[in-house]
């Protein structure tokens, strides 16, 4: 995310130690299972060597298909994607974005194929985790599958959080909580929550908010003509984040 200014880059710190590995793990994907648990060093370079290699995605190359078989997932360590699905018509419908420091891939596990594709919004590079070789860690270490299983259930509720609530939702509120969102995520994450590039287009937005892309352009400029945002191109500013929110909840500050 070398775009990003240095405010918002990772905070961390090097070292030799356990906290080295910890900072190196920080924007990975895998760092919401092993981080909160306080693993050793040890059982760190053991989840570690799980990884088999890392893989560099290019913008718009696609990372994997509807039906291909699973044995991989995915910790996006640098970059972004999209994940989407054919509907009736052969069109995509985008069902989620994500960035460095999340998982691609877990909605293959029970089907033992993937129900969607990924596609690289940028060039982008994922650390790709046998998950054979997964499971066999967890035999011998039982407290990382109740973390791996606490990780795929708060996973599988924000993603039913995010369809019913946008079902319920005006485009204006769309749009808000869609910022809101990201905003919430880059902070996460150790990046800016105010300042950040959509790394999507206004079509692909539109596409997974269920707006027009001439509602999503209009909707940007209704939020940076009443200050709430500044927008140029792809680089954004939030401006006023409580109003952002505001909205997003039905409450209007400019109305």
């Given at each position: 995310?070398?775009?990003?200014?240095?405010?918002?880059l990772p905070?961390s710190?090097?070292?030799?130690?356990?906290q080295?590995?910890?900072a190196?793990?920080?924007?990975c994907g895998?760092?919401?299972?092993?981080?909160?648990?306080?693993?050793?060093?040890?059982d760190?370079q053991?989840l570690e060597q799980v990884?088999?290699?890392?893989?560099?995605?290019?913008?718009?190359e696609?990372?994997y298909?509807?039906?291909?078989?699973?044995d991989?997932?995915?910790a996006?360590r640098?970059g972004?994607?999209k994940t989407?699905?054919h509907n009736l018509?052969?069109g995509q419908?985008?069902?989620?974005?994500?960035?460095?420091?999340?998982l691609?891939?877990m909605d293959?596990?029970g089907?033992?194929?993937?129900?969607?594709?990924?596609?690289?919004?940028?060039?982008?590079e994922v650390c790709?985790?046998?998950?054979s070789n997964?499971e066999?860690l967890f035999r011998?270490?039982?407290?990382?599958?109740?973390?791996?299983?606490?990780?795929m259930?708060?996973?599988?509720s924000?993603?039913?959080?995010?369809?019913?609530?946008l079902?319920?939702m005006?485009?204006?509120?769309?749009m808000?909580?869609?910022l809101?969102?990201?905003?919430?995520r880059?902070?996460s994450r150790?990046?800016?929550?105010?300042?950040?590039?959509?790394?999507?287009?206004?079509?692909?937005?539109g596409n997974?908010?269920?707006?027009?892309v001439?509602?999503?352009?209009?909707l940007?400029?209704?939020?940076?003509?009443?200050?709430v945002?500044?927008v140029?191109?792809?680089?954004?500013e939030?401006?006023?984040?409580p109003?952002?929110?505001?909205?997003?909840?039905g409450?209007d500050?400019?109305?």
């Open positions: 995310m070398s775009s990003l200014s240095p405010s918002a905070r710190a090097p070292g030799a130690t356990v080295a590995l910890r190196s793990c920080s924007a895998m760092h919401q299972l092993c981080l909160p648990m306080g693993l050793d060093q040890g760190m053991r990884i088999s290699r890392r893989r560099k995605v290019r913008r718009d696609t990372l298909r509807v039906n291909d078989k699973f991989m997932l995915y996006i640098l972004h994607f989407f699905q018509n052969g419908q985008i069902t989620g974005f994500q960035m460095a420091g999340e691609l891939g293959a596990i089907a033992g194929h993937h129900l969607c594709e990924a596609v690289a919004l940028e060039d982008s790709e985790i046998p998950f997964l066999d011998d270490m039982p407290m990382l599958l109740r973390q791996f299983h606490r990780m259930s708060l996973e599988i924000r993603e039913q959080r995010v369809m019913l609530t079902g319920s005006t485009a204006q509120q769309k808000a909580a869609f809101v969102n990201l905003s919430s880059y902070m150790g990046y800016s929550s105010t300042r950040f590039q959509l790394r999507m287009t206004r079509e692909e937005i997974y908010l269920g707006l027009a001439e509602s999503v352009s209009r940007l400029s209704g939020f940076k003509k009443t200050g945002i500044d140029n191109h792809r680089e954004l939030l401006l006023d984040l109003a952002l929110r505001s909205i997003a909840l409450s500050p400019c109305a």
